[in-house]
């Protein structure tokens, strides 16, 4: 029996206004080599400067993930040579990162598993290769970006545990506003670490894979890398310590170089930034970027607003619909009405619009609206959905849109009878069957009557008419 050991090196971009040592913007997308300066680029004699947003969000990742603070934090270099790299070295920690001793809680197949987080540090990114046929252009806009990296020790044993820590992950530094998560755009990036041994005989050779923007890709990645050293190991063989890339076209990992150790790097003091030593002030500060996380807020939504797991899990997976949700249930909506709607029929029209609810013409108050109108009795089911449709196609109010459009619920009991009298002579054969025992026929009955009232007779009261004539 063989025992796999995974370890995650996940990289996020920090949201900083600047870079981490300059003061060149930060931002996706921008034409390239135009956010650069001498420092970034490496020019000789300029000066690094520590980014205090970079450093203060870095501390909050560490608070947020357990980890022990480190009481100074050291920046080192890195020496290596790419064209990716200006300064042929990144300004990186080695020896005192900002963060040690973490951990991080994966739930997979009924068991929780704890994940212990090896390290936290803070360093720049480096420049970004587009390959083009046969030449390879250069973009130095990302170099400088403050870059966080966290080192999990090789705790898990599953491709699916580490997809499910990446998903749980992003959705904690979404909540904790430090970074979007976007792997398709790179500011979210993990290479993974997996080696196989003898159960019982500890780690085995270890092999990182390389080129995984999903967390899906993770998964299948490392399930087919721990496949592939198994069978080397069945043969007698012995597994190359090396880096690999995740082909993607053929879902098989193909070898890039052999491994570097830390000496590769030959890892010294970076002369021109002294060490960073975080006083009680900045401390409170990373204590006020804290927020309620996801697994905690899950909990509290089944524990306080009785959703089940499965709405709880939708609600919380945005924080931007955790705290509509919140909004909507402060506002006085049934808690269970509003988890529904939004799981559902919100949803689904989002996703048609191809649009967020931020900034969507739904608001709490007015979702709230809708919820009370139906709870009211002043509409029914289906003229709500027809309601919220028209919330989203002309941003107005349910209860001014209803008024408008005259759907406002039919339940005068005289008024209906009067109606359900009309059905009847006009379906004395529906009629007649339904006396006779034959149930079918009064849905259709009860359909006449509500498209005649172009959907707004009370439909329970309708059927209840029906039976009392009909004698049912």
């Known amino acids: 029996m063989y025992q796999s050991f995974i370890g995650l090196e996940i990289h996020i971009q920090l949201l900083t206004e600047s870079k981490v040592f300059c003061g060149c913007t930060n931002r996706f997308g921008d034409e390239p080599n135009t956010n650069v300066c001498p420092v970034c680029m490496g020019y000789p004699g300029v000066l690094p400067a520590l980014n205090a947003q970079a450093i203060r969000l870095s501390y909050v990742v560490a608070r947020a993930l357990n980890c022990e603070m480190s009481p100074q934090a050291v920046f080192e270099r890195k020496n290596y040579f790419y064209p990716d790299m200006p300064k042929n070295y990144q300004i990186s920690q080695f020896s005192s990162p900002l963060g040690r001793n973490g951990w991080i809680d994966v739930a997979y197949n009924g068991k929780t598993r704890r994940v212990r987080i090896h390290e936290i540090h803070l ?77 019982g005989r500890g780690l085995g050779r270890k092999v990182e894979i390389k080129n995984l923007n999903s967390s899906r890709f993770v998964k ?31 879902d098989v990992t193909e070898t890039m170089r052999t491994k570097e150790s830390a000496h590769d790097y030959r890892y010294f003091p ?24 996801p697994a905690a807020r899950r909990e509290r939504f089944v524990k306080d607003y009785g959703v089940n797991e499965a709405a709880a899990d939708f609600l919380i997976n945005e924080k931007g619909t955790a705290d509509f949700y919140e909004e909507v ?50 509409i029914h089911g289906k003229i709500a959905k ?87």
């Open 329 to 378: 249930a402060a506002l006085g909506a049934d808690p269970g009405a509003a988890a529904s709607w939004l799981q559902f029929d919100v949803r689904k029209i989002l996703n048609r619009e191809n649009r967020e609810l931020a900034g969507s013409p739904l608001t709490a108050a007015r979702l709230a609206q809708l919820l009370s109108l139906l709870s009211g009795g002043r």
């Open 220 to 250: 299948m990645a490392l399930n087919y890398e721990i496949g592939r050293q198994k069978e080397i190991l069945d043969k007698g063989g012995k597994v190359v310590q090396e880096t690999r890339l995740w082909n993607e076209n053929r």
């Open 123 to 199: 360093e720049e990114d480096a420049g970004k290769m587009i390959h083009a046929g046969d030449m390879s252009l250069l973009d130095y806009n990302r170099a400088g970006t403050p870059l966080l990296e966290i080192v999990t020790e090789p705790d898990m044993e599953f491709g699916e545990e580490a997809e499910i820590l990446l998903q749980d992950f992003r959705r904690t530094i979404r909540y904790l506003g430090v970074c979007d998560g976007n792997m398709e755009e790179g500011s979210m990036r993990c290479d993974a670490n997996v080696s196989v041994n003898l159960e």
């Open 386 to 472: 027809q309601v919220l449709e028209a919330v989203f196609a002309e941003d107005k109010d349910p209860g001014l849109i209803i008024r408008e459009k005259g759907w406002e619920q039919m339940d005068d009991a005289a008024e209906l009878a009067a109606l359900v009298d009309r059905a009847l002579a006009a379906n004395a054969k529906a009629a007649a069957a339904v006396k006779a025992g034959d149930a079918k026929p009064l849905g259709f009955l009860v359909g006449q009557i509500m498209k005649a009232t172009q959907g707004r007779a009370q439909p329970q009261m309708v059927q209840e008419l029906l039976k009392e004539k009909l004698g049912i």
């Open 270 to 293: 970076e002369p021109d930034l002294p060490a960073f030593v975080p006083d009680a002030e900045f401390l409170a500060q990373v204590d006020r970027g804290l927020v309620e996380l």
